[in-house]
């Protein structure tokens, strides 16, 4: 038999509106074992270009 639950989808629901509602995206959450919910703010990273793209921009740029 599974435990008690520890928290409720309007608890996870009131938590992410309130972070929207201040203005801030969010980027993931999390549900701790103990029923904590994590918000993480802010715009996920954007992936590094990697070296073969900073070539192909610099090729590119200097077309006509």
């Known amino acids: 038999m599974k435990g008690p639950v520890r928290f409720k989808q ?11 509602a201040a203005g801030h995206s969010v980027e993931r959450f999390e549900i701790g074992p103990d029923g904590r919910i994590i918000v993480f703010i ?7 270009e990697s ?14």
């Not at 629901?13 to 309130?18: G, H, I, M, Q, V």
């Not at 070296?51 to 006509?64: A, G, M, Q, T, V």
């Open 42 to 48: 802010g715009e996920p990273e954007q992936p590094a």
């Open 51 to 64: 070296s073969i793209d900073n070539e192909l921009s610099r090729i590119l740029e200097r077309r006509p």
């Open 10 to 20: 309007g608890d996870v629901s009131k938590a992410l509106k309130a972070a929207s």
